[in-house]
């Protein structure tokens, strides 16, 4: 206790605080202290939920309370397309959502574990097509796992794609649940907007 007592006495010392009175072990808290960091992401902002078929895609205005959705599609991709060429569609769709909406923060879910190797392959493909596209418009990304997404937006790391939806839903105001992958998209602009500092 007195060693505790002696640390307090030098703390309020060297930071030109009051000492502390008789008996007490802890420091007076000064002002500063008191006051919580600004927390979370006030912008436009891009959430990306990756497939290399399906990728799911939506945007929303963070900056004012209550945020809304402006924009959501799933980049829906024909078997008959070549890999690449999947690519090359969620580029462009990563593109066009960004410019129309003058997005300036991404978030993406990170790749999980998976057992199929051509599924980590596909994802792992598609996220770098979205990524190289918003490195190139300059727009901050964060990436995210999905347990992260699902407590940010739920308070539940292993709550249901359905869940989600009904949280996105009920949070920005929608007149009906979006579809999964853009729902699990918008999920991810939560996060960031809850989350991240900007």
Known sequence: MARKSSRSLWTAKLTGQPL?????????????STVSPPRGCKAIILGIDPSLRGTGLAVID??????????????????????????????????????????????????????????????????GAALSVLARLGVTVGEYAPKRIKMAVTGHGAAS?????????????????LPLDESDAAAAALCHAYTARG
Do not use: W
């Open 161 to 177: 794609k359905e869940q989600v939806g009904r949280m996105v839903r009920n949070v920005l105001s929608l007149p009906a649940d």
């Open 20 to 32: 502390p009175a008789p008996g007490r072990t802890r420091p007076a808290k000064s002002p500063a």
């Open 62 to 127: 963070a900056r004012r309370e209550p945020m809304r959705l402006l924009a959501s599609v799933t980049v829906k991709l024909a078997p008959k397309l070549e890999a690449y060429e999947c690519l090359g569609k969620i580029a462009d769709a990563v593109e066009k959502l960004a410019r129309q909406h003058g997005v300036t923060e991404a978030s993406i879910e990170e790749t999980i574990y998976v057992q199929n190797f051509r599924t980590a392959q596909a994802m792992g493909a598609s996220r």
